[in-house]
């Protein structure tokens, strides 16, 4: 999971860069109108839509891009599987700045997290990462929050209740996981550390531990996640484009 490929990451955004229709004009028909705003998604596994049947077309920015941004909008996925924050910043941040996006949308915790990354660590790099996408203002970003994890099935799986003497529980990279309470605080403190960094830098955010609690209350909060146990599946995909299209939408138009 966590191994990182400068191929794979320009396979992706081969793949992913995309105007919203690809129908060559009628004979006769005036060119097509010029590009719009470009509109570039940051993130890991999650950004690239793992989970869902079918991720070029129900990965939720993808469902993003098509549901909120105007006709003429470029779309760019930069996800990398696998990518923490700081590893975003070396693979994911300069080639979005190439773009001079108009729109930024990042979503990373859930690898730092599975990876013990302190919460301090992980927000001295998050506002690093924010601040340039910002690009003085230019930019705007939104920036999810955590969902809750400590439901997850393939959480549950090797985490017992009662806690047996079974050997630890471990993300698919193989770090071993925290027990429940311990992830739960460690959830709220990188929750709260990106909530500060949106206001220090002026970046929408949009609750995505909201929206988990929310499903958990409704009781549909495991028929949002796919057969890995950990990954939202495309019924989850829609509620995080759901979640960030209403932040897109409070942010203001688009130009």
């Known amino acids: 999971m966590?191994?990182?490929?400068?191929?794979?990451?320009?396979?992706?955004?081969?793949?992913?860069?995309?105007?919203?229709?690809a129908k060559p004009p009628a004979p006769g028909a005036t060119s097509p109108t010029a590009p719009g705003p470009t509109y570039v998604a940051v993130g890991a596994s999650e950004t690239t839509g793992v989970g869902?049947?079918?991720?070029?077309?129900?990965?939720?920015?993808?469902?993003?891009?098509?549901?909120s941004t105007p006709s003429n909008t470029v779309f760019v996925n930069m996800g990398v599987p696998g990518a923490t924050v700081a590893q975003a910043l070396r693979l994911e941040v300069?080639?979005?700045?190439?773009?001079?996006?108009?729109?930024?949308?990042?979503w990373l915790n859930v690898n730092d997290i599975i990876a013990g990354v302190p919460a301090a660590d992980f927000e001295r790099d998050l506002g690093t990462l924010v601040r340039?996408?910002?690009?003085?203002?230019?930019?705007?970003?939104?920036?999810?929050?955590?969902?809750?994890?400590?439901?997850?099935?393939?959480y549950l799986a090797c985490r017992p209740d009662p806690p047996s003497s079974a050997p630890p529980c471990r993300a698919p990279g193989g770090a071993e996981l925290p027990p429940p309470d311990d992830i739960n605080r460690l959830v709220d403190d990188y929750n709260a550390a990106t909530a500060r960094v949106a206001t220090a830098q002026g970046a929408t955010l949009v609750d995505l531990h909201a929206v988990g609690l929310a499903a958990r209350a409704a009781g549909i909060e495991d028929a949002l996640v796919s057969g890995d146990?950990?990954?939202?599946?495309?019924?989850?995909?829609?509620?995080?484009a759901t979640a960030f299209a209403e932040a897109l939408k409070r942010s203001g138009p688009i130009s």
């Open 2 to 21: 966590r191994r990182l490929g400068v191929a794979a990451a320009t396979l992706l955004l081969l793949a992913a860069c995309s105007p919203r229709s």
């Open 132 to 154: 340039q996408l910002r690009r003085n203002g230019e930019t705007r970003v939104l920036v999810a929050n955590a969902p809750p994890v400590d439901r997850l099935p393939a």
């Open 229 to 240: 146990g950990f990954h939202p599946n495309a019924g989850g995909y829609q509620q995080v």
């Open 94 to 106: 300069g080639p979005t700045l190439d773009l001079k996006p108009a729109i930024v949308t990042v």
């Open 52 to 67: 869902a049947e079918t991720p070029l077309r129900e990965a939720w920015p993808r469902l993003l891009f098509r549901s």
